[in-house]
């Protein structure tokens, strides 16, 4: 049963740390989409790749956001340094597809809180 | 722009009667349209997906949706509720306005009482 992959479910760090989080889509999967979910401001669009490339990141703080494929099987997401205004959960989704009709698979999110 | 609107933010049902999740998108290219439910402490599983295809889609669970353009809805129900469909359920909308858009939905928080 396929599916996505996210680590560390949990993370817990202080204001200023560097954080990563890793993502492994679904094999054969083309796209991948970063998401944020808070209960104020619900499900944002961070970032998404198709091909391992970069398309659209506009949802993300460039100041302090990262978002890199280094390979088919792998994405991550970097925050440095963190706040406690980035405490939320992130979620990582793969479809496979062209254009913007795409499946999404979700993963089951990394939950980040910044002291 | 695209947008999308779920009308209510919370529907309470009992358990065996039907449900009725609203949901309302404005987008300016025939955009694609999809209902995920989230369970608590979970992702977002995909319910079902309209493409401009066949305007009632059925999904996963007993559940369909009617993409109604002349009234740019979206609503998503289910003849018969269980107790397992208690979730959060999100209505989506993309198309490729200014390149490729997804726009979430606030969700619609649904309780099933026994």
């Known amino acids: 049963d396929a599916r996505v992959t996210q680590t560390p479910r949990h993370k817990v760090t202080e204001m200023g740390q560097e954080v990563t989080m890793r993502c492994q889509p679904i094999?054969?999967?083309?796209?991948v989409f970063w998401y944020r979910q808070t209960m104020m401001q619900g499900l944002e669009l961070l970032a998404y790749?198709?091909?391992?490339?970069?398309?659209?990141d506009s949802g993300m703080p460039k100041d302090r956001f990262s978002a890199e494929m280094p390979d088919a099987t792998l994405a991550t997401l970097k925050i440095q340094p963190s706040e406690p205004r980035d405490s939320a959960v992130y979620f990582c989704?793969?479809?496979?597809?062209?254009?913007?009709?795409?499946?999404?698979?979700f993963g089951p999110g990394t939950r980040l809180t910044v002291l | 722009a695209q947008s999308v609107t779920q009308l209510d933010s919370h529907v309470s049902v009992s358990e065996g009667t039907p449900v009725l999740l609203r949901c309302n998108y404005s987008?300016?290219?025939?955009?694609?349209l999809f209902w995920y439910v989230q369970h608590p402490n979970k992702g977002l599983q995909l319910l079902l997906k309209y493409t401009s295809a066949a305007t009632l889609v059925k999904g996963i669970n007993g559940f369909e949706a009617e993409f109604k353009k002349s009234e740019t809805s979206f609503h998503l129900t289910k003849p018969s509720a269980h107790m397992s469909d208690a979730a959060e359920y999100f209505c989506?909308?993309?198309?490729?306005?200014?390149?490729?858009?997804?726009?979430f939905g606030a969700g619609t928080r649904l309780f099933v009482k026994a």
């Open positions: 989704a793969s479809g496979l597809g062209t254009g913007f009709l795409v499946e999404q698979f």
């Open positions: 094999l054969g999967h083309n796209t």
């Open positions: 987008s300016s290219y025939s955009p694609s």
């Open positions: 989506v909308v993309s198309d490729h306005t200014g390149g490729f858009k997804t726009i």
């Open positions: 790749f198709r091909n391992r490339a970069p398309l659209d």
